[in-house]
């Protein structure tokens, strides 16, 4: 299995200061083949199932706030939040989708410093 | 928009086999283009993908659980299903339903989600 691993696991920002949460695979999660890395970026608040946020490592979803931006290949991804809002409390999640199973980093609980 | 909403019993008993039903609304789920997914989330803890299914019938599991587990489909009813046997109190989490974008893909979107305790 493919082990991702975000850090750091827990984060204190500023309100409309950047967050930067980082994701790291085991093996790479590029496909040199179509080059593009097989992850995705997922928010989650309590009580909510995850939204996803971004796919293919930079792709942001249709809805989601330009504040948001996924960046890395190989096996170094990055989720920036460029200037935090309130409602971004959350935690946040990584998943790689290169092989099965199919997994997720451990979380990133984002608060308000 | 797609909606996905699941149901079954909140509480299992340790050994017993836990059986989860995801509900499509909104949209078919016979699309070539999609696979179904159950994935789970012990309280407090992170998210471990369970299995997944294509409309045709095709799966993939966890091997992590593959010995335990077995999902399926039902066209006529726009829904699939997860059932888990030989639970122990382990197995307590939230379970979710979720679309998956291709055979491996993101996942997009989720059910709310239900959670299942395993406890005598």
């Known amino acids: 299995d493919i082990v991702m691993t975000q850090s750091p696991d827990s984060l204190a920002v500023s309100l409309g200061e950047r967050a930067t949460i980082n994701c790291k695979s085991s093996?790479?999660?590029?496909?040199?083949?179509?080059?593009?890395?097989?992850l995705a970026w997922y928010q989650q608040k309590p009580g909510q199932p995850p939204k996803m946020l971004i796919y293919?490592?930079?792709t942001r979803e249709s809805g989601v706030p330009d504040r948001f931006s996924g960046s890395g290949s190989g096996t170094d991804f990055t989720l920036t939040i460029s200037s935090l809002q309130a409602e971004d409390v959350a935690i946040y999640f990584c998943?790689?989708?290169?092989?099965?199973?199919?997994?997720f980093g451990q979380g990133t609980k984002l608060e308000i410093k | 928009q797609l909606q996905l909403q699941e149901s079954g019993p909140g509480l299992v008993k340790p050994s017993e086999t836990l059986s989860l039903t995801c509900i499509v609304s909104?949209?078919?789920?016979?699309?070539?283009?999609?696979?179904w997914d159950w994935i789970r989330q012990p309280p407090g803890k992170g998210l471990e993908w369970i299995a997944s299914?294509?409309?045709?019938?095709?799966?993939f599991y966890n091997p992590s659980l593959k010995s335990r587990v077995t999902i399926s489909v039902d066209t006529s009813k726009n829904q699939f299903s997860l059932k888990l046997n030989s639970v122990t109190d382990a197995d307590t989490a939230v379970y979710f339903c979720?679309?998956?974008?291709?055979?491996?893909?993101?996942?997009?979107?989720w059910g709310q989600g239900t959670l299942v305790t395993v406890s005598s």
């Open positions: 979720a679309r998956e974008w291709g055979m491996r893909g993101w996942f997009d979107p």
């Open positions: 909104t949209g078919s789920i016979s699309s070539s283009s999609y696979y």
């Open positions: 299914i294509h409309y045709t019938g095709g799966t």
């Open positions: 093996q790479s999660v590029l496909d040199n083949s179509n080059n593009k890395n097989y």
């Open positions: 293919w490592a930079s």
């Open positions: 998943q790689q989708y290169s092989s099965s199973p199919q997994t």
